[in-house]
């Protein structure tokens, strides 16, 4: 678990996600109407890869928790080496804020967070995917110092513009 001034970042592991699948019990509230089909499948993806390499829970998908309740998932995209520029010393992280809880700095809180873990494991380049109207993520990765180094084309989410947070000095 990570956990910030005000956030739980709550690691799911294969079982914790098949159980989110199902509308089964979890440790903290869920909104009603998720996960919805975009995010269903991507929980499916996710399970399917930790059953296959349960090395992968070292970089995981979190439910982010506020006062015993998901707001929204951050994570890596897997282990080093797992991003969109293949760069084999470096991750990706994705994030969504469901749109209830936006604006209350809790993806900067949560981004912040993950920087500083995979710090810890010894990463210090990070990767972020984002697309190219999605404001408040540019906003959010420009201000955290992250720089645009690319675009590609994603067949789940469209064009998305390619940053990158390297490390300082």
Do not use: K
Request: glycine residues 10%; charged residues 30%.
């Amino acid at each position: 678990m990570i956990e910030t001034e005000r956030l739980r970042l709550v690691p799911l592991d294969a079982e914790l996600m098949e159980a989110l699948l199902a509308g089964g019990d979890v440790p903290f509230t869920v909104p009603p109407d998720w996960p919805d089909e975009h995010d269903a499948r991507f929980l499916r993806l996710r399970a399917r890869q930790l059953h296959e390499s349960p090395e992968r829970l070292a970089w995981p998908v979190c439910a982010i928790v506020r006062d015993g309740a998901m707001v929204g998932h951050i994570g890596y995209h897997g282990p080093p080496g797992a991003n969109a520029l293949r760069a084999p010393d470096a991750v990706e992280i994705g994030y969504t804020i469901f749109p209830e809880h936006r604006r209350q700095g809790y993806a900067t809180e949560a981004v912040r967070a993950l920087l500083e873990h995979a710090r810890g494991q010894g990463i210090h380049r990070v990767i972020a995917s984002v697309g190219p109207r999605n404001e408040p993520s540019l906003a959010l990765v420009r201000r955290l110092g992250f720089v645009e180094v690319g675009r590609h084309w994603d067949d789940e989410d469209g064009e998305e513009l390619e940053f990158e947070l390297r490390p300082s000095g």
